[in-house]
């Protein structure tokens, strides 16, 4: 288990970067807050896994990302708030992943879907302003892919039809991930990719509108940085979708962990929309830097292997 190695010029790059963060954002209103990094209840998604820590009065965990901290924030009088936090989540693998790593999340009231988009816009031109931008529907992009049909029956058709196996019980998650993986290599030759409007199957915390997830998920060469929400604020959604959580972490063999259910009732009394993004700070820092992989960019322990994905 090798430390990255640290240079003073990356250190003070780092320094830098921190102060152009914090500066676009508290140029638009935003206030730097501070949750928890320690929690009982962390985020229950079932691909996600959180360190655990030992404590005198029963476990807790190291928060995947500080977004359960952040809305129950929200939930003030306050309007726009954002976090540059530590997060951890165990099994991380590839070039642009490690166990512990910097997220910089924000959330906005009286914002909805395209209004994220035009604030995560408005910031990457601040950071990046050489770098050309784009805007995809998710159904416009695989369109664009050759992959005209997004239900789950022409998925598993497709994927039948190139010979993929026990297609029939296919989930239609598993479905889209084993067609859009492969398009990811036409995002490495784009320089900022704004996808938004995914499947409802995928809403996670994001609200639904008709077929659609209402979230936004942005690519830089093909590095995944960011994945942003209209949130789904009301508690009964948000109790049935962790349930689901749950019980496909039961299928996963995987703990079930407890529903923190101050962060479901935190928001349930806003009427006006919400949105909020999470952006993995340390990949949008190598990015910035010219750094080829987060071993160049980061601090902190590198991840133990390498993925075909990256």
Same mark, same amino acid.
């Given at each position: 288990?090798?430390?990255?190695?640290?240079?003073?010029?990356?250190?003070?790059?780092?320094?830098?970067?921190?102060?152009?963060?914090?500066?676009?954002?508290?140029?638009?209103?935003?206030?730097?807050?501070?949750?928890?990094?320690?929690?009982?209840?962390?985020?229950? /998604?079932?691909?996600?896994?959180?360190?655990?820590?030992?404590?005198?009065?029963?476990?807790?965990?190291?928060?995947?990302?500080?977004?359960? $901290?952040?809305?129950?924030?929200?939930?003030?009088?306050?309007?726009?708030?954002?976090?540059?936090?530590?997060?951890?989540?165990?099994?991380?693998?590839?070039?642009?992943?490690?166990?512990?790593?910097?997220?910089?999340?924000?959330?906005?009231?009286?914002?909805?879907?395209?209004?994220?988009? /035009?604030?995560?816009?408005?910031?990457?031109?601040?950071?990046?302003?050489?770098?050309?931008? /784009?805007?995809?529907?998710?159904?416009?992009?695989?369109?664009?892919? $050759?992959?005209?049909?997004?239900?789950?029956?022409?998925?598993?058709?497709?994927?039948?039809?190139?010979?993929?196996?026990?297609?029939?019980?296919?989930?239609?998650?598993?479905?889209?991930?084993?067609?859009?993986?492969?398009?990811?290599?036409?995002?490495?030759?784009?320089?900022?990719?704004?996808?938004?409007?995914?499947?409802?199957?995928?809403?996670?915390?994001?609200?639904?509108?008709?077929?659609?997830?209402?979230?936004?998920?942005?690519?830089?060469?093909?590095?995944?940085? $960011?994945?942003?929400?209209?949130?789904?604020?009301?508690?009964?959604?948000?109790?049935?979708?962790?349930?689901?959580?749950?019980?496909?972490?039961?299928?996963?063999?995987?703990?079930?962990?407890?529903?923190?259910?101050?962060?479901?009732?935190?928001?349930?009394?806003?009427?006006?929309?919400?949105?909020?993004?999470?952006? $993995?700070?340390?990949?949008?820092?190598?990015?910035?830097?010219?750094?080829?992989?987060?071993?160049?960019?980061?601090?902190?322990?590198?991840?133990?292997?390498?993925?075909?994905?990256?």
């Amino acid at each position: 288990m090798s430390q990255n190695p640290i240079t003073a010029k990356r250190t003070l790059q780092r320094a830098e970067f921190r102060k152009l963060t914090r500066t676009v954002l508290e140029n638009d209103g935003f206030i730097e807050v501070d949750s928890p990094t320690l929690v009982r209840w962390p985020t229950l /998604e079932p691909h996600l896994d959180p360190l655990e820590v030992i404590c005198e009065d029963g476990p807790g965990y190291l928060t995947s990302s500080p977004e359960l $901290g952040l809305k129950k924030i929200l939930g003030t009088d306050l309007q726009r708030i954002y976090e540059i936090s530590h997060s951890f989540r165990s099994h991380e693998r590839g070039k642009w992943h490690s166990r512990e790593f910097m997220m910089l999340e924000w959330y906005e009231k009286n914002c909805k879907l395209q209004g994220l988009i /035009e604030r995560c816009s408005h910031f990457l031109s601040f950071l990046l302003p050489n770098l050309k931008q /784009e805007r995809w529907t998710v159904s416009d992009w695989m369109t664009s892919c $050759g992959i005209p049909e997004l239900s789950g029956a022409a998925m598993r058709k497709r994927l039948a039809a190139q010979g993929v196996q026990n297609t029939d019980h296919m989930s239609e998650d598993e479905a889209f991930f084993r067609l859009f993986l492969p398009t990811e290599a036409q995002l490495e030759q784009r320089d900022i990719v704004f996808l938004y409007h995914y499947p409802k199957s995928q809403c996670s915390y994001a609200r639904v509108s008709g077929p659609w997830a209402l979230r936004v998920e942005v690519y830089i060469r093909g590095i995944e940085i $960011g994945n942003g929400f209209e949130e789904e604020t009301r508690a009964d959604s948000l109790m049935s979708q962790l349930q689901l959580e749950q019980k496909e972490r039961r299928q996963l063999n995987k703990p079930a962990l407890g529903i923190d259910h101050d962060f479901v009732m935190a928001l349930d009394s806003e009427e006006a929309p919400i949105s909020g993004i999470a952006i $993995g700070w340390d990949r949008l820092f190598a990015v910035w830097s010219e750094a080829s992989s987060l071993l160049e960019a980061s601090p902190f322990l590198p991840s133990p292997l390498t993925s075909p994905h990256g």
